[in-house]
């Protein structure tokens, strides 16, 4: 099955009028966080909800520091774990989150809001019936020889590789930021 075949074949499988709708909803979302947005779309939505999202801009300023009980437990974790390594004021988790609180918003956040593909040097990518069907260029599922856990914790298997606490601690402070 060729690129257009794919592309045609995922334009049949999903509601047009469905499709908007989660677009626009992003938009919204997107819109109360203060980010960009996809502006082809639903701009007179967006002026008509000024005033929600002015609402929900300053809930969210009043609750910036409130983490739900999920994230809550991940940070006690991670103060508590790393805090004989690392400044732990420093590794904090994210507090500005899209969250994916309705059906469809991944599959629709996965791909271009008008085209049902994406080509890269990495990886190919096509709308399908059963959602967004990603080809990597390579296949990098394999962990032999690669794979480094953090030492501190359970035994750490023979064909695992090793690494300081304090080097763990660091790159997720790194992919926190």
Sequence with gaps: ?????????????????AREDIVRYINLKLAAMG???????????????????QS???????????LCPADLRIQNFINKE???????????????????????????????????????????????????LHNPLHDRRTTKGAFHVAEGGLPIAADKKSSPKAAFAKILKVALE
């Design 35 to 53: 980010l960009p947005y996809y502006e082809d779309e639903g701009k007179e939505f967006l002026n008509i909800a000024n005033d929600l999202i």
């Design 82 to 132: 790393f805090a004989d390594v690392i400044d732990i004021e420093t590794v904090q988790l994210p507090r500005k989150t899209f969250i994916l609180d309705r059906y469809g918003l991944a599959r629709e956040l996965s791909l271009p809001v008008n085209g049902d593909d994406f080509k890269s040097d990495l990886v190919e990518s096509y709308r399908i019936q059963q959602g967004v």
């Design 1 to 17: 099955m060729n690129t257009d075949q794919k592309a045609a074949m995922g334009k049949r499988l999903i509601n047009p009028d």
């Design 56 to 66: 929900h801009q300053e809930m969210k300023r009043l609750l910036h520091d409130h």
